[in-house]
């Protein structure tokens, strides 16, 4: 029997990941495209960014989040890495929304959050936030 109160919470996350990734896949229709992600390994601090999307000529960095865990560390670590990425999505169970987000490091960001039943329009949802 499952009995897990959020199925979201099940697997610590692993079920919501392939749902945004399998949407992921049918945003484009290049044969065997392959889903990207990425880590910074530092002794100490790493961080891993759930998947990073290509949309036109910008890379999008995406992580999902399942649980009621707001922390975007490794969110904010690859905005600060990044020379000139400007927009980030947060994939959740909760209702659209957008924050303008400021790093620790002091670089400033459009979040996306976007509940797992909008995954599909991606495109459409970040449409209006292209700089």
Not at 27 to 55: C, M, P, Y
Request: with cysteine; proline share 4%.
């Amino acid at each position: 029997m499952f009995a897990a109160i959020d199925i979201f919470n099940a697997w610590r996350g692993r079920f919501a990941e392939h749902i945004v990734a399998q949407e992921l896949l049918t945003l484009n229709n290049r044969f065997g495209q392959k889903r990207s992600f990425w880590v910074r390994q530092k002794v100490g601090a790493t961080a891993e960014v759930d998947f990073v999307w290509q949309h036109d000529a910008r890379l999008i960095p995406i992580e999902v989040k399942a649980g009621h865990n707001a922390h975007l560390r490794s969110l904010h670590s690859f905005i600060d890495n990044s020379e000139s990425c400007q927009l980030a999505v947060r994939v959740w169970s909760q209702p659209f929304s957008v924050d303008r987000v400021v790093t620790n490091a002091g670089n400033s960001f459009t979040l996306l959050n976007v509940p797992f039943y909008l995954v599909g329009f991606l495109p459409k949802c970040i449409a209006p936030y292209q700089f």
